[in-house]
């Protein structure tokens, strides 16, 4: 059974503060990986993607990738309360699909 | 770019009628896309995988007589919920795979379903 986890959270951070969200994978294989954004009552907005190895960096946000030990991250910088919401890690597995293996979220809480 | 609409973006139906979602992409084409069900603080569940002119994939546990996808063109797919009833209230959204992409999936804005 292919997973992906995510701590549920919530996790609470200050205005301006780095909120850093985790995300572990099973399938040593998968080739893609991606964090989604999602407002309550809202579909998933995408934020970013990573395919290689290492940081990705986007403006505020930053996602980083390491295979070897099966687990992507992301980073927001300068967090604000219009960052709260509930971030999905999804996964690709490879081998010709388009298919995502989706993490539960983390709710995601910026403090005023 | 990468936008895909919904349509309608809610509606109400009564019990045993039947009702059509429709996906599109509106400035890629689309491999493929997929519809998903989300109940109020739950995960996605991914119903099933459509390709333009091919049957859908249903995931395990999805009624394919009770969950009628047709994709007829690279932009458009449709969700027929056929004899609604009040448990398949749920929200529901497609994504599409654009053609030219490398896996990225974008999700439409979502049709709220309430069945009385």
């Known amino acids: 059974q292919k997973e992906v986890e995510q701590n549920s959270g919530p996790l609470s951070v200050p205005e301006g503060a780095i909120a850093s969200l985790n995300c572990t994978y099973s399938?040593?294989?998968?080739?893609?990986f991606f964090w989604y954004r999602q407002y309550s009552g809202k579909s998933p907005e995408l934020i970013m993607f990573?395919?290689?190895?290492g940081d990705k960096e986007d403006g505020r946000f930053t996602a980083q990738l390491n295979k070897a030990s099966q687990y992507v991250s992301l980073l927001i910088r300068d967090s604000q309360p219009s960052d709260s919401a509930t971030y999905l890690c999804a996964v690709n597995p490879g081998s010709g699909t388009y298919k995502y293996i989706f993490g539960t979220g983390t709710r995601l809480k910026v403090l005023a | 770019g990468a936008v895909v609409s919904q349509h309608p973006s809610w509606v109400i139906c009564k019990s045993g009628t039947s009702v059509k979602i429709e996906c599109r992409s509106l400035?890629?084409?689309?491999?493929?896309m997929f519809w998903y069900r989300q109940f109020p603080k739950q995960s996605l569940m991914l119903m099933a995988t459509s390709n333009e002119g091919s049957k859908a994939t249903y995931e395990q546990g999805v009624e394919k007589d009770k969950f009628l996808i047709n994709h007829a063109s690279l932009t458009l797919s449709t969700l027929t919920v056929t004899s609604a009833h009040p448990e398949d209230s749920s929200f529901y959204i497609c994504?599409?795979?654009?053609?030219?992409?490398?896996?990225?999936?974008?999700f439409g804005p979502g049709t709220r379903l309430t069945v009385t």
């Open positions: 990573i395919y290689s190895n």
């Open positions: 400035d890629f084409q689309a491999t493929t």
């Open positions: 994504s599409a795979s654009d053609i030219s992409g490398l896996y990225e999936q974008y």
């Open positions: 399938d040593r294989g998968s080739q893609s």
